[in-house]
């Protein structure tokens, strides 16, 4: 199945192949919200003369992470001198990296970078530069992902495995009571797992999490080969020639961590924290009770929209509500939509969910994994005793 074929259905409401989906859960019909707010954002563009992508702002900002990213890793692999040096620049290339996955390639998947598809697939290539797949990205978030936010079973980005319960639907085991502690040091782990494990093990299974998906074939199995080897050709081939095969490892782990963690993070501050809701489908198990729209809004946290630096280096992802409602559109819009999504948010009576800063975000996912580790107490009520008979009337 052509990469480009799945980028046209990034907005749909639930996924289009059958192979993919065996069970496939649908959304209640009434999408009333949704068409007015869509046509709302429209004619704000319409009246601004903007356009929803191809924007210069945009481009100038790939050349910069670009430009980061590869300043840095020459210094790292040929240039640096002692070990500060190479903690720093170590450090530096995870930002950039993470800013790619952020900015450049975030767009690109999302076919929010440009009109052009093929500028939006070169885009999204960036993450097989950078250790990832584009091609299971886009199964494992924009379509799972982006369509059952935080519906376990459906949502494989809130699946942990038994190293930690994000939903209360996961199973609760007795080491999660710790893991307000150690999931902050295994959020380092993210990028690493994708490296040398989770995308080949998806590829050999066909699956990711609990759910099903096709395997790339052609010129898609070619890009996943191919980036793999790109990848592992700059993160240890190269650096090996050059530097002591310990040291590659030591700098290695530093920038894949830091890559790690703020991926990680910015992803938890959205989803998994207090005020996101965690829905369950209807009794049929096939059907949630709620429109599209309306579960995004439930499930979506937005934080600290006043910090335009913080905005700037995570592509805007603290407008995670605008992210979800509007997939297709550029990223540096969000400022603009979030103000016509939370005013018609306001008329229809949704709630709007935000968090003002950063640390707010980062204080409430704390407190989330802290609840969601405490024992499950399962209250198992015994029946009433029957009275005891009458005795019969002695005759």
Same mark, same amino acid.
Do not use: N, Y
């Given at each position: 199945m052509p990469l480009d074929s799945l980028h046209r259905r990034d907005n749909a409401a639930e996924p289009s +192949?059958?192979?993919?989906?065996?069970?496939?859960?649908?959304?209640?019909g009434d999408n009333s919200f949704h068409r007015e707010l869509r046509r709302r954002v429209d004619a704000e563009f319409k009246r601004s003369g903007t356009r929803q992508r191809d924007s210069l702002q945009m481009y100038l900002k790939t050349v910069i992470i670009l430009a980061t990213f590869a300043l840095s890793y020459v210094g790292l692999v040929f240039f640096v001198t002692n070990?500060?040096?190479a903690v720093a620049l170590s450090i530096v290339l995870g930002v950039a990296i993470a800013g790619i996955g952020f900015n450049v390639m975030h767009d690109g998947g999302h076919q929010a970078y440009s009109d052009r598809r093929w500028v939006n697939r070169l885009t999204a290539l960036t993450l097989d530069m950078v250790g990832g797949s584009s091609y299971i990205w886009q199964w494992k978030h924009a379509r799972f992902h982006h369509t059952w936010v935080n519906v376990a079973g459906h949502? +494989?980005?809130i699946d942990l495995g038994i190293l930690g319960r994000l939903s209360p639907q996961h199973p609760w085991r007795s080491w999660h009571r710790w893991q307000h502690v150690y999931l902050w040091v295994l959020y380092g782990v993210t990028a690493i797992r994708w490296h040398l494990y989770g995308d080949f093990r998806d590829m050999i299974t066909g699956t990711i999490g609990e759910r099903p998906f096709e395997r790339p074939r052609d010129w898609?199995?070619?890009?996943f080969v191919i980036g793999k080897g790109v990848f592992f050709a700059l993160a240890f081939a190269l650096p090996m020639m050059l530097h002591w095969i310990g040291a590659v490892l030591l700098f290695y782990t530093i920038t894949s961590a830091i890559a790690g963690v703020l991926l990680a993070l910015v992803f938890q501050m959205a989803h998994v924290v207090e005020e996101a809701d965690f829905p369950l489908p209807n009794e049929t198990g096939r059907q949630m009770d709620t429109p599209w729209a309306i579960h995004q809004?439930?499930?979506?946290?937005?934080?600290?929209r006043d910090n335009r630096a913080l905005s700037w280096l995570i592509g805007g992802l603290n407008f995670q509500i605008e992210h979800h409602l509007f997939p297709?559109?550029?990223h540096v819009h969000y400022p603009v939509i979030a103000r016509v999504v939370e005013a018609t948010c306001r008329e229809?009576?949704?709630t709007y969910r935000t968090h003002r800063s950063f640390a707010a975000g980062i204080a409430s996912h704390y407190r989330w994994l802290r609840q969601l580790g405490?024992?499950?107490i399962v209250t198992i009520t015994t029946p009433a005793p029957l009275p005891e008979p009458e005795p019969l009337p002695q005759t």
């Open positions: +192949s059958p192979d993919a989906t065996s069970e496939r859960l649908k959304f209640s070990g500060w040096e949502d +494989s980005d898609d199995l070619a890009g809004l439930e499930t979506t946290v937005d934080f600290a297709r559109i550029s229809f009576g949704m405490r024992p499950v």
